[in-house]
């Protein structure tokens, strides 16, 4: 399988590119009243309105990093934008590279360890579909 990896703050997560719809840069996103904290707000992506959602709140991760990419993904013909604070590469794996977490996190599928660093592997389709 292919992953992407971005960053988060001083960390590296991954989700698999099947999902992945593309990569663009940071976009004007109109704010929406009464949205949850990590739904930053709404943007048009030629031509469709696709939730943005901030990851960083999502996952209680400080703020740290510049903001620059937003990661574009479509689960059950739902597309939403990840903002990142930056994409690092697209990667082949293995599914034997993928070492299971013992924690009961529904948004975490394992971690790969690279030997250089460690990768959280994120299952998209909760990020999305919750």
């Given at each position: 399988m292919q992953i992407v990896i971005f960053t988060l703050g001083n960390e590296r997560y991954a989700l698999e590119t099947d999902i992945v719809h593309g990569i663009e840069k940071m976009m004007g996103i109109t704010k929406v009243p009464t949205a949850p904290y990590?739904?930053?707000?709404l943007a048009n992506l030629r031509g469709s309105i696709i939730t943005i959602i901030d990851l960083k709140a999502f996952m209680n991760i400080e703020e740290q990093g510049q903001e620059e990419n937003i990661i574009v993904v479509e689960i059950d013909d739902e597309k939403a934008g990840f903002i990142v604070d930056g994409v690092e590469e697209v990667v082949e794996i293995s599914d034997d590279m993928i070492e299971n977490v013992d924690n009961d996190n529904?948004?975490?599928?394992?971690?790969?360890n690279f030997n250089e660093y460690i990768v959280t592997l994120l299952k998209?389709?909760?990020?999305?579909l919750r």
């Open positions: 990590y739904v930053k707000g529904e948004y975490v599928k394992g971690v790969i998209g389709e909760t990020l999305v």
